[in-house]
């Protein structure tokens, strides 16, 4: 205890004697993961979360070197992708207009091949966090604990705040589109979920966390096809690889194709332009089946250059209230969204 009463602050002194490494090493595990290995890394992060030490006192570093003004971005992706893929791009600007306007720098932190990293992520010396990526479970009460200025991106975790769209009213509007095409057969092209913790989701029973958009999107979905009486038997549900989109799409559906039958009538929705739009391309050369509709999700240029029916959302808005919400302390609502519909 200290001497107000309250519990004294763990530090890297703590978790090092309880996990019988140095206190270099300890520090190397929250801010230079790099130079440990995996499993170190993991079993010393792991017993610091059990003891309730979550890393370093950034607040305290940064005042001791006098407070860079920087804000970093915890970003779902590797650097490749935020370079190229449009909606990431004008998220980014949004942030960068915002940025330009106060004097303040950037730092992007990428997701590293298959894993992000959050636990390294959360110890950077910005100011101010703008989480844009999935939460598990394990980083909650970390993420909680920050003393910084922080906002979440596209997800949602008790007491921080969060900037999103309405997902589920999105997926509904374009489920309800897709309908009105009379379809026989339906295919959502889907962010990654296990089946069977879909159809958890589908039957409104409690989940694991996964990414909180594909779960909106898909209740979304499912509300409409219930609502309706679709047969769910006549729902193909696909994960594509979000890594390589265009691949996977074609992939999956290329399988799909030697299931369906002849004469079928098939409406396609994906759960971003970008998987909607490799979908047309694959489909058009399949005969014998009449796709009625395509919808895809985000409105992004190259779906009004391809006439694709969306759900249009405003990156580069999201990207400015991401900032504001982050310095500013506003409290923003759930963004909306609307069905553009044009020739798919």
Same mark, same amino acid.
């Given at each position: 205890?200290?001497?107000?009463?309250?519990?004294a602050r763990l530090t890297?002194?703590?978790?090092?004697?309880?996990?019988?490494?140095?206190?270099?090493?300890?520090?190397?595990?929250?801010?230079?993961?790099?130079?440990?290995?995996?499993?170190?890394?993991?079993?010393?992060?792991?017993?610091?979360?059990?003891?309730?030490?979550?890393?370093?006192?950034?607040?305290?570093?940064?005042?001791?070197?006098?407070?860079?003004?920087?804000?970093? $971005?915890?970003?779902?992706?590797?650097?490749?992708?935020?370079?190229?893929?449009?909606?990431?791009?004008?998220?980014?600007?949004?942030?960068?207009?915002?940025?330009?306007?106060?004097? =303040?720098?950037?730092?992007?932190?990428?997701?590293?091949?298959?894993k992000l990293m959050l636990?390294?992520?959360?110890?950077?010396?910005?100011?101010?966090?703008?989480?844009?990526?999935?939460?598990?479970?394990?980083? %909650?009460?970390?993420?909680?604990?920050?003393?910084?200025?922080?906002?979440?991106?596209?997800?949602? $975790?008790?007491?921080?705040?969060?900037?999103?769209?309405?997902?589920?009213?999105?997926?509904?509007?374009?489920?309800?589109?897709?309908?009105?095409?009379?379809?026989?057969?339906?295919?959502?092209?889907?962010?990654? %979920?296990?089946?069977?913790?879909?159809?958890?989701?589908?039957?409104?029973?409690?989940?694991?966390?996964?990414?909180?958009?594909?779960?909106?999107?898909?209740?979304?979905?499912?509300?409409?096809?219930?609502?309706?009486?679709?047969?769910?038997?006549?729902?193909?549900?696909?994960?594509?690889?979000?890594?390589?989109?265009?691949?996977?799409?074609?992939?999956? =559906?290329?399988?799909?194709?030697?299931?369906?039958?002849?004469?079928?009538?098939?409406?396609?929705?994906?759960?971003?332009?970008?998987?909607?739009?490799?979908?047309?391309?694959?489909?058009?050369?399949?005969?014998?089946?009449?796709?009625?509709?395509?919808?895809?999700?985000?409105?992004?240029?190259?779906?009004?250059?391809?006439?694709?029916?969306?759900?249009?959302?405003?990156?580069?808005?999201?990207?400015?209230?991401?900032?504001?919400?982050?310095?500013?302390?506003?409290?923003?609502?759930?963004?909306?969204?609307?069905? $553009?519909?044009?020739?798919?």
């Amino acid at each position: 205890m200290s001497k107000s009463g309250l519990p004294a602050r763990l530090t890297l002194n703590d978790v090092a004697l309880a996990t019988g490494v140095s206190r270099s090493t300890v520090s190397n595990a929250f801010g230079r993961p790099d130079q440990l290995s995996a499993s170190l890394r993991e079993s010393i992060v792991s017993k610091a979360r059990d003891m309730g030490y979550f890393g370093p006192d950034m607040v305290a570093r940064s005042m001791r070197r006098r407070e860079l003004r920087e804000v970093a $971005v915890v970003f779902h992706h590797d650097l490749s992708f935020a370079m190229k893929d449009p909606a990431s791009l004008e998220f980014l600007g949004g942030i960068a207009k915002e940025l330009d306007a106060r004097h =303040l720098a950037l730092q992007i932190i990428p997701k590293m091949g298959r894993k992000l990293m959050l636990a390294a992520a959360f110890q950077t010396l910005a100011d101010v966090l703008i989480v844009h990526a999935d939460i598990d479970n394990e980083f %909650i009460p970390e993420l909680q604990s920050i003393s910084k200025p922080l906002v979440l991106v596209d997800s949602v $975790v008790p007491k921080v705040v969060s900037v999103r769209i309405d997902d589920q009213s999105g997926a509904r509007l374009a489920m309800q589109h897709a309908l009105k095409s009379r379809p026989q057969v339906i295919v959502v092209l889907s962010f990654y %979920i296990p089946d069977a913790e879909r159809q958890k989701i589908l039957e409104h029973r409690r989940a694991k966390r996964f990414g909180y958009v594909g779960v909106e999107r898909t209740k979304g979905y499912g509300e409409v096809l219930s609502e309706q009486g679709f047969p769910m038997n006549k729902v193909h549900w696909l994960n594509i690889d979000d890594q390589s989109v265009e691949t996977s799409t074609h992939a999956c =559906l290329t399988a799909l194709r030697e299931n369906l039958p002849n004469g079928v009538r098939l409406a396609v929705l994906g759960m971003s332009d970008r998987m909607a739009l490799a979908a047309e391309k694959v489909m058009t050369g399949w005969s014998n089946v009449t796709v009625t509709s395509i919808v895809g999700f985000d409105d992004i240029p190259a779906a009004s250059a391809a006439g694709l029916t969306t759900i249009r959302q405003d990156h580069f808005h999201k990207g400015e209230l991401a900032v504001r919400a982050a310095i500013d302390g506003i409290k923003p609502g759930m963004l909306p969204v609307s069905l $553009v519909v044009r020739k798919t």
